[in-house]
Protein backbone atom coordinates (compact mmCIF):
# COMPACT_ATOMS: atom_id res chain seq x y z
CA UNK A 1 0.00 0.00 0.00
CA UNK A 2 3.07 2.11 0.36
CA UNK A 3 4.14 1.50 -2.73
CA UNK A 4 7.68 0.59 -1.67
CA UNK A 5 6.49 -3.13 -2.76
CA UNK A 6 6.26 -2.03 -6.50
CA UNK A 7 9.71 1.15 -5.96
CA UNK A 8 11.65 -2.84 -4.95
CA UNK A 9 10.00 -4.71 -8.39
CA UNK A 10 10.93 -1.73 -10.83
CA UNK A 11 14.45 -1.69 -9.53
CA UNK A 12 15.10 -5.34 -9.82
CA UNK A 13 13.65 -5.21 -13.15
CA UNK A 14 15.65 -2.44 -13.88
CA UNK A 15 18.97 -4.27 -12.68
CA UNK A 16 18.26 -7.14 -14.43
CA UNK A 17 17.59 -8.92 -10.76
CA UNK A 18 15.46 -11.57 -10.83
CA UNK A 19 11.72 -12.10 -9.90
CA UNK A 20 11.42 -14.34 -7.10
CA UNK A 21 8.15 -15.99 -6.27
CA UNK A 22 8.12 -14.42 -2.73
CA UNK A 23 8.22 -10.85 -3.92
CA UNK A 24 5.97 -8.51 -4.53
CA UNK A 25 4.94 -8.19 -8.17
CA UNK A 26 2.49 -6.27 -9.80
CA UNK A 27 -0.80 -8.12 -10.44
CA UNK A 28 -0.76 -7.94 -13.94
CA UNK A 29 2.60 -9.48 -14.12
CA UNK A 30 1.35 -12.40 -12.48
CA UNK A 31 -0.95 -13.09 -15.11
CA UNK A 32 1.12 -12.18 -18.27
CA UNK A 33 3.35 -15.01 -16.58
CA UNK A 34 0.71 -17.51 -15.99
CA UNK A 35 -0.66 -17.10 -19.46
CA UNK A 36 2.56 -17.64 -21.39
CA UNK A 37 4.29 -20.15 -18.75
CA UNK A 38 1.04 -22.18 -18.93
CA UNK A 39 0.73 -21.86 -22.56
CA UNK A 40 4.30 -22.77 -23.00
CA UNK A 41 3.76 -25.95 -20.48
CA UNK A 42 0.49 -27.05 -22.54
CA UNK A 43 2.59 -26.79 -26.05
CA UNK A 44 5.41 -29.06 -24.34
CA UNK A 45 2.31 -31.81 -23.37
CA UNK A 46 0.55 -31.21 -26.49
CA UNK A 47 3.86 -31.45 -28.41
CA UNK A 48 3.94 -35.19 -27.96
CA UNK A 49 1.22 -35.59 -30.02
CA UNK A 50 2.59 -35.22 -33.48
CA UNK A 51 5.56 -37.38 -32.78
CA UNK A 52 4.21 -39.57 -30.82
CA UNK A 53 2.24 -40.47 -33.42
CA UNK A 54 4.82 -42.58 -35.49
CA UNK A 55 6.95 -44.04 -32.44
CA UNK A 56 5.60 -47.39 -33.19
CA UNK A 57 6.41 -47.24 -36.83
CA UNK A 58 9.74 -46.18 -36.64
CA UNK A 59 12.12 -47.08 -39.09
CA UNK A 60 14.52 -48.72 -36.91
CA UNK A 61 15.29 -49.50 -33.39
CA UNK A 62 17.60 -46.95 -33.41
CA UNK A 63 15.56 -44.42 -34.77
CA UNK A 64 12.38 -45.52 -31.94
CA UNK A 65 14.76 -45.23 -28.36
CA UNK A 66 15.54 -42.21 -29.84
CA UNK A 67 12.04 -40.58 -30.67
CA UNK A 68 10.47 -41.98 -27.07
CA UNK A 69 13.37 -40.10 -25.34
CA UNK A 70 12.46 -37.22 -27.19
CA UNK A 71 9.03 -37.23 -26.33
CA UNK A 72 10.15 -38.02 -22.65
CA UNK A 73 12.13 -35.02 -22.85
CA UNK A 74 8.33 -33.01 -24.11
CA UNK A 75 6.62 -34.37 -20.91
CA UNK A 76 9.56 -33.25 -18.81
CA UNK A 77 9.42 -29.86 -20.42
CA UNK A 78 6.00 -29.20 -19.43
CA UNK A 79 6.52 -30.79 -15.98
CA UNK A 80 8.86 -27.85 -15.22
CA UNK A 81 7.00 -25.54 -16.84
CA UNK A 82 3.42 -26.43 -14.84
CA UNK A 83 5.86 -26.46 -11.71
CA UNK A 84 7.24 -22.24 -12.67
CA UNK A 85 3.38 -21.63 -13.09
CA UNK A 86 1.67 -22.87 -10.13
CA UNK A 87 4.82 -20.83 -8.17
CA UNK A 88 2.55 -17.89 -9.04
CA UNK A 89 -0.41 -19.31 -7.42
CA UNK A 90 -2.26 -20.80 -10.30
CA UNK A 91 -3.11 -24.44 -9.25
CA UNK A 92 -1.93 -27.32 -12.05
CA UNK A 93 -6.04 -29.04 -12.18
CA UNK A 94 -6.84 -25.39 -12.92
CA UNK A 95 -4.76 -25.61 -15.82
CA UNK A 96 -5.24 -28.87 -17.28
CA UNK A 97 -8.64 -28.26 -16.98
CA UNK A 98 -8.50 -25.35 -19.11
CA UNK A 99 -6.91 -27.40 -21.73
CA UNK A 100 -8.68 -29.97 -21.71
CA UNK A 101 -12.05 -28.01 -22.05
CA UNK A 102 -10.36 -25.99 -24.98
CA UNK A 103 -10.05 -22.84 -23.14
CA UNK A 104 -6.48 -22.60 -23.00
CA UNK A 105 -3.70 -21.58 -25.87
CA UNK A 106 -0.97 -24.06 -27.24
CA UNK A 107 1.45 -23.27 -29.57
CA UNK A 108 -0.01 -23.34 -33.41
CA UNK A 109 2.37 -25.64 -34.46
CA UNK A 110 0.98 -28.69 -32.95
CA UNK A 111 -2.30 -28.25 -34.65
CA UNK A 112 -1.08 -30.05 -38.34
CA UNK A 113 -0.59 -33.71 -38.76
CA UNK A 114 2.21 -35.76 -39.15
CA UNK A 115 1.38 -38.39 -42.06
CA UNK A 116 5.20 -39.43 -43.02
CA UNK A 117 8.83 -39.88 -41.00
CA UNK A 118 10.00 -37.10 -42.51
CA UNK A 119 7.92 -34.86 -40.44
CA UNK A 120 9.85 -36.09 -37.41
CA UNK A 121 13.01 -34.96 -38.83
CA UNK A 122 11.16 -31.26 -40.02
CA UNK A 123 9.85 -31.15 -36.59
CA UNK A 124 13.29 -31.32 -35.04
CA UNK A 125 15.18 -29.41 -37.80
CA UNK A 126 12.29 -26.48 -37.91
CA UNK A 127 10.30 -26.60 -34.78
CA UNK A 128 12.71 -27.50 -32.11
CA UNK A 129 14.85 -25.04 -34.00
CA UNK A 130 12.28 -22.16 -33.88
CA UNK A 131 12.05 -23.10 -30.14
CA UNK A 132 15.28 -22.51 -29.33
CA UNK A 133 15.46 -19.39 -31.34
CA UNK A 134 12.96 -18.07 -29.43
CA UNK A 135 13.44 -19.79 -26.03
CA UNK A 136 17.45 -18.90 -25.34
CA UNK A 137 16.52 -15.47 -24.62
CA UNK A 138 13.80 -16.86 -22.22
CA UNK A 139 16.90 -17.89 -20.29
CA UNK A 140 17.17 -14.61 -19.16
CA UNK A 141 13.30 -14.06 -18.64
CA UNK A 142 13.24 -11.60 -15.21
CA UNK A 143 11.34 -14.21 -13.59
CA UNK A 144 13.49 -16.73 -11.66
CA UNK A 145 11.50 -19.80 -11.92
CA UNK A 146 10.92 -19.79 -15.18
CA UNK A 147 14.24 -18.64 -16.65
CA UNK A 148 15.82 -21.40 -14.35
CA UNK A 149 13.70 -23.96 -15.84
CA UNK A 150 14.19 -22.81 -19.55
CA UNK A 151 18.09 -23.27 -19.20
CA UNK A 152 17.95 -27.22 -19.15
CA UNK A 153 14.71 -26.63 -21.59
CA UNK A 154 17.33 -25.22 -24.40
CA UNK A 155 19.94 -27.50 -23.75
CA UNK A 156 17.38 -30.82 -24.54
CA UNK A 157 16.06 -28.43 -27.22
CA UNK A 158 19.23 -28.13 -29.03
CA UNK A 159 20.15 -31.77 -28.91
CA UNK A 160 16.60 -32.54 -30.30
CA UNK A 161 17.22 -30.12 -32.78
CA UNK A 162 20.11 -31.99 -34.07
CA UNK A 163 18.31 -34.98 -34.43
CA UNK A 164 15.97 -33.95 -36.66
CA UNK A 165 18.87 -32.55 -38.63
CA UNK A 166 20.43 -36.05 -38.85
CA UNK A 167 16.92 -37.56 -39.94
CA UNK A 168 16.59 -35.05 -43.21
CA UNK A 169 20.36 -35.08 -44.01
CA UNK A 170 19.89 -39.45 -43.69
CA UNK A 171 16.94 -38.74 -45.71
CA UNK A 172 18.55 -36.44 -48.19
CA UNK A 173 21.57 -38.89 -49.08
CA UNK A 174 19.11 -41.82 -49.78
CA UNK A 175 17.44 -42.53 -52.84
CA UNK A 176 14.99 -40.19 -54.87
CA UNK A 177 11.98 -41.25 -53.33
CA UNK A 178 13.54 -40.33 -49.90
CA UNK A 179 14.71 -37.11 -50.80
CA UNK A 180 11.45 -36.25 -52.05
CA UNK A 181 9.58 -37.46 -48.86
CA UNK A 182 12.43 -34.62 -47.08
CA UNK A 183 11.14 -32.23 -49.11
CA UNK A 184 7.56 -32.47 -49.11
CA UNK A 185 7.50 -32.22 -45.53
CA UNK A 186 9.75 -29.37 -45.30
CA UNK A 187 7.44 -28.10 -47.41
CA UNK A 188 4.56 -28.19 -45.50
CA UNK A 189 6.15 -27.24 -42.10
CA UNK A 190 8.22 -24.22 -42.75
CA UNK A 191 5.57 -21.82 -42.94
CA UNK A 192 3.93 -22.74 -39.60
CA UNK A 193 7.54 -22.98 -37.67
CA UNK A 194 7.63 -19.50 -38.62
CA UNK A 195 4.40 -18.32 -37.40
CA UNK A 196 5.33 -20.19 -34.28
CA UNK A 197 6.91 -17.04 -33.03
CA UNK A 198 3.66 -15.16 -33.36
CA UNK A 199 1.88 -11.89 -34.67
CA UNK A 200 4.15 -9.47 -36.36
CA UNK A 201 5.00 -6.58 -34.40
CA UNK A 202 2.60 -4.28 -35.30
CA UNK A 203 -0.24 -6.88 -34.27
CA UNK A 204 1.15 -8.21 -30.83
CA UNK A 205 -1.16 -6.92 -28.23
CA UNK A 206 1.27 -8.28 -25.56
CA UNK A 207 5.48 -7.76 -26.77
CA UNK A 208 5.80 -4.40 -25.45
CA UNK A 209 4.84 -4.94 -21.88
CA UNK A 210 6.54 -8.06 -21.71
CA UNK A 211 9.46 -6.47 -22.66
CA UNK A 212 9.49 -3.64 -20.60
CA UNK A 213 8.94 -6.47 -17.72
CA UNK A 214 11.97 -8.55 -19.08
CA UNK A 215 9.84 -11.40 -19.83
CA UNK A 216 10.69 -10.93 -23.18
CA UNK A 217 14.12 -9.66 -24.85
CA UNK A 218 13.23 -9.36 -28.43
CA UNK A 219 10.14 -8.77 -30.55
CA UNK A 220 8.40 -11.74 -32.18
CA UNK A 221 9.66 -10.49 -35.76
CA UNK A 222 13.17 -9.88 -34.42
CA UNK A 223 13.33 -13.13 -33.67
CA UNK A 224 11.70 -14.28 -36.80
CA UNK A 225 14.30 -12.90 -38.67
CA UNK A 226 17.43 -14.04 -36.55
CA UNK A 227 15.35 -17.77 -37.12
CA UNK A 228 15.31 -17.55 -41.31
CA UNK A 229 18.97 -16.24 -41.39
CA UNK A 230 20.18 -19.28 -39.51
CA UNK A 231 18.01 -21.70 -41.69
CA UNK A 232 19.07 -20.80 -45.24
CA UNK A 233 22.66 -22.10 -44.52
CA UNK A 234 21.16 -25.51 -42.43
CA UNK A 235 19.08 -25.93 -45.30
CA UNK A 236 21.96 -25.19 -47.89
CA UNK A 237 23.93 -28.32 -45.68
CA UNK A 238 20.87 -30.75 -46.56
CA UNK A 239 20.07 -29.94 -49.84
CA UNK A 240 16.31 -28.59 -49.81
CA UNK A 241 14.68 -25.87 -50.88
CA UNK A 242 12.56 -23.59 -48.28
CA UNK A 243 9.25 -22.91 -50.22
CA UNK A 244 9.29 -19.44 -50.57
CA UNK A 245 10.12 -17.67 -53.46
CA UNK A 246 10.63 -14.43 -52.14
CA UNK A 247 13.34 -15.61 -50.02
CA UNK A 248 16.60 -13.98 -50.63
CA UNK A 249 19.73 -12.22 -49.16
CA UNK A 250 19.76 -8.36 -48.67
CA UNK A 251 23.21 -6.65 -48.44
CA UNK A 252 21.92 -3.49 -47.11
CA UNK A 253 19.89 -4.94 -44.11
CA UNK A 254 23.07 -7.74 -44.06
CA UNK A 255 19.75 -10.66 -43.81
CA UNK A 256 17.85 -12.56 -45.59
CA UNK A 257 14.14 -10.82 -46.87
CA UNK A 258 11.25 -13.14 -47.03
CA UNK A 259 7.83 -13.53 -48.40
CA UNK A 260 4.62 -12.78 -46.14
CA UNK A 261 2.95 -15.27 -44.34
CA UNK A 262 -0.77 -16.80 -44.57
CA UNK A 263 -1.67 -14.59 -41.60
CA UNK A 264 -5.49 -15.93 -42.13
CA UNK A 265 -4.12 -19.59 -41.89
CA UNK A 266 -2.82 -18.09 -38.05
CA UNK A 267 -5.95 -16.84 -37.21
CA UNK A 268 -8.35 -19.90 -38.25
CA UNK A 269 -6.08 -22.37 -36.60
CA UNK A 270 -5.66 -20.03 -33.41
CA UNK A 271 -9.75 -20.39 -33.30
CA UNK A 272 -9.69 -23.84 -32.72
CA UNK A 273 -10.03 -24.64 -37.05
CA UNK A 274 -6.76 -25.73 -37.54
CA UNK A 275 -5.81 -29.47 -39.25
CA UNK A 276 -5.34 -31.46 -35.63
CA UNK A 277 -6.93 -28.90 -33.29
CA UNK A 278 -10.12 -31.28 -32.40
CA UNK A 279 -7.65 -34.08 -32.22
CA UNK A 280 -5.77 -32.99 -29.98
CA UNK A 281 -7.46 -31.61 -27.44
CA UNK A 282 -9.79 -34.74 -27.39
CA UNK A 283 -6.43 -36.86 -26.90
CA UNK A 284 -6.07 -34.95 -24.22
CA UNK A 285 -8.94 -35.12 -22.71
CA UNK A 286 -8.99 -38.75 -23.23
CA UNK A 287 -5.75 -39.19 -21.57
CA UNK A 288 -5.83 -37.13 -18.79
CA UNK A 289 -9.60 -39.18 -17.87
CA UNK A 290 -7.97 -42.64 -18.26
CA UNK A 291 -5.30 -41.47 -15.32
CA UNK A 292 -7.89 -41.17 -13.15
CA UNK A 293 -7.15 -44.07 -11.27
CA UNK A 294 -3.26 -43.30 -10.69
CA UNK A 295 -3.98 -40.01 -9.22
CA UNK A 296 -6.59 -41.80 -7.33
CA UNK A 297 -3.82 -44.57 -6.12
CA UNK A 298 -1.48 -41.26 -5.52
CA UNK A 299 -3.65 -39.31 -3.40
CA UNK A 300 -4.69 -42.97 -1.27
CA UNK A 301 -0.54 -43.44 -0.69
CA UNK A 302 0.28 -39.77 0.02
CA UNK A 303 -2.84 -40.00 1.92
CA UNK A 304 -1.71 -43.34 3.95
CA UNK A 305 1.75 -42.24 4.26
CA UNK A 306 0.47 -39.30 6.34
CA UNK A 307 -1.67 -41.04 8.58
CA UNK A 308 0.74 -43.20 9.39
CA UNK A 309 3.14 -40.76 10.13
CA UNK A 310 1.23 -38.99 12.63
CA UNK A 311 0.55 -42.28 14.60
N1 LIG B 1 0.46 -20.25 -31.21
O1 LIG B 1 0.91 -10.56 -28.15
P1 LIG B 1 1.49 -11.82 -28.66
C1 LIG B 1 7.75 -26.16 -27.88
C2 LIG B 1 -1.07 -15.86 -29.12
S1 LIG B 1 7.85 -24.65 -28.63
C3 LIG B 1 -0.62 -20.01 -30.44
O2 LIG B 1 2.66 -11.74 -29.56
P2 LIG B 1 3.11 -13.04 -26.58
C4 LIG B 1 8.92 -27.12 -28.00
C5 LIG B 1 -0.56 -15.28 -27.82
O3 LIG B 1 -0.58 -16.28 -26.81
C6 LIG B 1 6.23 -23.88 -28.59
N2 LIG B 1 -0.88 -18.79 -29.92
O4 LIG B 1 1.77 -12.81 -27.42
C7 LIG B 1 8.53 -28.40 -28.62
C8 LIG B 1 -1.54 -14.16 -27.57
O5 LIG B 1 -2.77 -14.69 -27.09
P3 LIG B 1 -3.31 -14.43 -25.57
C9 LIG B 1 5.89 -23.22 -27.30
C10 LIG B 1 0.00 -17.81 -30.20
O6 LIG B 1 2.78 -13.97 -25.48
C11 LIG B 1 9.06 -28.76 -29.86
C12 LIG B 1 -1.83 -13.67 -28.99
O7 LIG B 1 -1.50 -14.73 -29.87
N3 LIG B 1 6.77 -22.12 -27.01
O8 LIG B 1 6.75 -26.38 -27.31
C13 LIG B 1 1.14 -18.00 -30.97
O9 LIG B 1 3.76 -11.76 -26.24
C14 LIG B 1 8.70 -29.96 -30.46
C15 LIG B 1 -1.05 -12.42 -29.33
O10 LIG B 1 0.35 -12.66 -29.42
C16 LIG B 1 6.39 -21.10 -26.21
O11 LIG B 1 5.27 -21.04 -25.74
C17 LIG B 1 1.37 -19.29 -31.49
N4 LIG B 1 2.42 -19.58 -32.27
O12 LIG B 1 4.08 -13.78 -27.62
C18 LIG B 1 7.69 -29.30 -28.00
C19 LIG B 1 7.44 -20.06 -25.93
N5 LIG B 1 1.79 -16.83 -31.06
O13 LIG B 1 -2.38 -15.20 -24.67
C20 LIG B 1 7.30 -30.49 -28.61
C21 LIG B 1 7.02 -19.07 -24.87
C22 LIG B 1 1.08 -15.92 -30.37
O14 LIG B 1 -3.18 -12.95 -25.33
C23 LIG B 1 7.82 -30.82 -29.86
N6 LIG B 1 6.07 -18.12 -25.37
N7 LIG B 1 -0.02 -16.50 -29.87
O15 LIG B 1 -4.69 -14.97 -25.57
C24 LIG B 1 6.42 -16.97 -26.00
O16 LIG B 1 7.58 -16.69 -26.24
C25 LIG B 1 5.32 -16.01 -26.37
O17 LIG B 1 4.17 -16.32 -25.61
C26 LIG B 1 4.96 -16.01 -27.90
C27 LIG B 1 3.80 -15.05 -28.12
C28 LIG B 1 6.17 -15.52 -28.71
C29 LIG B 1 4.55 -17.39 -28.38
Not at 215 to 234: G, T
Not at 293 to 302: F, K, Q, T
Amino acid sequence: PDGSGQRRFDELIATDSRIEPSDWMPAAYRKTLVRQISQHANSEIIGMQPEGNWITRAPSLKRKAILMAKVQDEAGHGLYLYSAAQTLGTDRDTMFENLITGKAKYSSIFNYTTPTWADMGSIGWLVDGAAICNQVPLCRASYGPYGRAMVRICKEESFHQRQGFEILLELMRGTPAQQQMAQESVNRWYAPALMMFGPPDADSPNSQQSMAWKIKRFSNDELRQRFVDMLVPQAEILGVTLPDPDLKWNEERGHYDFGELDWAEFTEVLAGRGPANAIRVSRRRTAHENGEWVRAAARAYADKQSADGQS
